[in-house]
Nanobody, 115 residues
Framework: QVQLVESGGGVVQPGGSLRLSCAAS????????MGWYRQAPGKQRELVAH???????NYADSVKGRFTISRDNAKNTLYPQMNGLKPGDTAVYYC?????????WGQGTQVTVSS
């Protein structure tokens, strides 16, 4: 059974920072590529950051240079450090494997960037 629990969202001013967390109960976590996805109102869910089992990372152009994804395999936890937040980053953020273990999405965590 897969369980994904995201936390750490909130309201932040443009230019601010947030660090999200994802507690992942998923078999073979340390061997799976994992990612952070987001879904803005009226838009499709998109993958914005990806980390492999070997800890190679990849980012969507929209967040490159501002987001850093990391993982703690001992704790089955995934993080993004998000700096330089922009209003366009406003979305519900989700974690999941890459490709996602559908339909096992968590509830997500809301990030709102607003002055």
């Amino acid at each position: 059974q897969v369980q994904l629990v995201e936390s750490g969202g909130g309201v932040v001013q443009p230019g601010g920072s947030l660090r999200l967390s994802c507690a992942a109960s998923i078999s073979g976590f340390s061997f799976r590529p994992m990612g952070w996805y987001r879904q803005a109102p009226g838009k499709q869910r998109e993958l914005v950051a990806h980390i492999t089992a070997a800890r190679s990372t990849n980012y969507a152009d929209s967040v490159k240079g501002r987001f850093t994804i990391s993982r703690d395999n001992a704790k089955n936890t995934l993080y993004p450090q998000m700096n330089g937040l922009k209003p366009g980053d406003t979305a519900v953020y989700y974690c999941n494997a890459v490709p996602p273990v559908v339909p096992s999405w968590g509830q997500g965590t809301q990030v709102t960037v607003s002055s």
